[in-house]
Each structure stands twice: as C-alpha cells, then as structure tokens.
C-alpha cells in the first residue's frame, strides 16, 4: 500500500513536470513514466489514460478555487435580497476582500496547477475553463444587477455588458496570476480591480447624469 502511494505520487510529480513543460497535447506518457522510474503499466494501473492524469492532477484545485466564488456569491445575492447593497454607503465591502484574499492565497499555493489548467490543457475538458468560471459569474451579476434595479428603477443594464463584466472579472485574475508571481503584489493588483470595478457598479445605477444611448450615438 505504502508503495503504491510512492508510486502514484512520483507519477503524478513526473506529470506534472512534463505537462508543464510541453502541455497537455504534446505530452508523453512514456516519458512520464520514464522520468518516474516506472513502467506504462503501472501508469495505467492507476490513471485511465492521459486526460484521467492531467485531471488527477487539477481537478482538486479548480474545484476548490470555484467553490469558494460560488459561496461568495451565494453570500453577495443573500445581501442583495435584504438591501444592504443597495448603496456604497450602506454596503460593508470588508468581506468581498476577503474573499479575494482567500482566493488569491489558493491560487498561489499551487499556482503550478493554476498554471497549468489556463495555459496548456489544450485538448482536456479544462481547456476552455475560464469561460465557465466567467458563465457563473454573468449569471450571478445578472441577477446582482436585477437586485440593483429594485432600488434604481430607471437604470437599465443592457445583457451584453453585464456578459462583458463577467468577462472583465474573471480576466483580472487570469492577468493576476498569469503575469504576477509574489502573492502579495497580486492582492493589491487585484483591491485595485475590485475599487474600480465596484466604483463603476454603484455609478452605473446611482449616476444620475449618466449618457443616454442618444447622447453617444
């Protein structure tokens, strides 16, 4: 048993190496097992094939990373509904850093993983990621922004830009963690996103000389 775990571990630590290095498409099993010091067969005694290791290797991390965005915005539409985020003024932003930090600090734990799943898992199931990370998030900011609209009846908020500040979020991350190496730089690249974004939020909906699509046409 004790073997067996040694095993699994170096083929995983070996796959890891190589799927960095060349991504998932151009990886090779045989070297995996190679670098390993163990033989295909005792890859397949464990994994059931290429695609089965590389998500052995991520799935734990991404998952973790989008659970913890989702019980954030679970929280977010829970205060939307009583009010309290109706204003800056009213609203305790205190928690929405927080919960960047905790997200951050995952992604730069195995930032190797994070790595890996957004720049070379070309031809896995994970290699269109971000795009279901930014779906979940234009869902809840749909809803965030019906919510607004309670309060601000005579802000409208066209689909197709709550799609592109979806997109926008997410791309701060993806830019974070693609470009940034120190944590700590991150989080404050990221409190610098979260005060412009949130600035343009309360403005899109409280700003009572806003443009009217006459206006810029």
């Known amino acids: 048993m004790k073997q067996d775990k040694e095993t699994k571990a170096k083929l995983l630590e070996s796959a890891k190496a190589e799927f960095l290095e060349k991504g998932y498409m151009k990886a090779s099993l045989r070297n995996i097992c190679k670098n390993a010091g163990v033989t295909t067969g005792a890859l397949y005694f464990f994994f ?3 695609e089965d290791l590389f998500e052995a290797l991520t799935k734990e991390t991404i998952e973790g990373i989008y659970q913890l965005m989702q ?3 679970e929280e ?21 850093f927080a ?3 905790s997200v951050i600090h995952q992604m730069y734990l195995q930032r190797d993983m994070v790595l890996l799943v957004l720049t070379k898992a070309q031809g896995t199931k994970y ?7 930014i779906e979940t998030s234009e869902k809840h900011y749909w809803k965030m922004a019906q ?22 979020q997410i791309d701060a991350f993806v830019h974070m963690i693609t ?4 944590e700590e730089e ?21 700003n009572k000389s806003r443009l009217n699509e006459k206006e810029i046409k």
């Open 48 to 50: 059931e094939d290429k």
């Open 71 to 73: 019980g954030h915005y």
């Open 76 to 96: 977010e539409r829970a205060l939307m509904g009583s009010g309290v985020l109706h204003s800056p003024e009213m609203a305790e932003h205190k928690d929405d």
């Open 99 to 101: 919960i960047a930090r």
């Open 127 to 133: 290699e269109n990621i971000a795009d279901v990370f």
């Open 147 to 168: 919510g607004m609209q309670v309060a601000y009846p005579d802000a409208v908020v066209d689909e197709k830009f709550i799609h592109w500040l979806a997109h926008e």
């Open 179 to 182: 470009h940034i190496e120190d």
């Open 186 to 206: 991150a989080v404050r690249f990221i409190s610098q996103t979260m005060i412009y974004m949130m600035s343009g939020w309360y403005g899109l909906f409280m």
